[in-house]
């Protein structure tokens, strides 16, 4: 095992820059799936059926198709399509396209909203009556109960289970190095194998990005569940 070689400056860089990569992809897409999860999850959960059907038929084949796919779909697909490649130089948003940061982010962010929907959907949906009932008698309207009573309650019994989703994406980043010109950790990790042919170190160098990486993302969402769900803890007497 030649571990010197991991440590010297211009590989310690190299992981530097995949680190940025991989974090900057990783928050990007939370954020805007995120944004995206809410809007679906109003909807599966609304009244509105045919707005009902399209996002449950969205999410069905989100879930149901591997993100690799989707990554590719959109990378290979999208972005090499005459129509758009004719565009992208002048037309927003078509000019996106040829980054393969975006095409990645998009990817990315399609997915996580995909799967966060329909866990915020289902926590919608389990809110309890006596919770909305209480609101109502107090006077207030269908959406004050839906933003203040409802959404609250729902997100912050959406966190244990989204903190899984925050791990999984973190861990799903690593199909960014499949974008030719994305350098994450797995494609700097790649890259030093591919110099060096040193595998093990390469590899179980990023291994250990990941590893810590998790460790912080579960230690953040563990203290947040403490301190937003004491509510629900047994009583203690």
């Known amino acids: 095992m030649n571990w010197a070689v991991i440590f010297e400056p211009q590989n310690l860089a190299l992981y530097g820059t995949g680190i940025l990569t991989t974090l900057g992809l990783l928050f990007s897409s939370l954020a805007v799936g995120a944004v995206m999860a809410l809007f679906f999850a ?3 959960t609304g009244q ?7 996002v449950s038929a969205y999410t069905y084949v989100i879930r149901g198709t591997p993100l690799l796919i989707q990554v590719y779909l959109i990378y290979y697909g999208l972005g090499q399509l005459e129509w758009i490649q004719a565009r992208w130089d002048s037309v927003w948003p078509w000019t996106h396209f040829k980054e393969p940061f975006f095409c990645a982010l998009l990817a990315f962010s399609l997915n996580t909203a995909g799967y966060t929907a329909e866990m915020l959907a289902g926590a919608i949906r389990e809110t309890s009556a006596g919770e909305i009932e209480a609101a109502q008698s107090f006077g207030m309207s269908r959406f004050k109960v839906l933003l203040h009573i409802v959404l609250p309650s729902a997100l912050r019994r959406t966190l244990p289970a989204y903190s899984n989703e925050v791990v999984m994406m973190l861990h799903s980043t690593s199909l960014a190095s499949a974008v030719p010109s994305m350098l994450d950790v797995t494609a700097a990790a790649s890259r030093i194998y591919s110099d060096y042919y040193l595998p093990f170190e390469a590899y179980l160098a990023a291994a250990s990005i990941y590893l810590a990486a998790s460790f912080c993302l579960i230690g953040f969402f563990k203290f947040s569940e403490v301190r937003l ?3 629900l803890a047994p009583r203690k007497h």
């Open 42 to 44: 109003l909807a599966l």
């Open 48 to 54: 509105v059926a045919t707005l009902r059907w399209l």
């Open 229 to 231: 769900l004491a509510y």
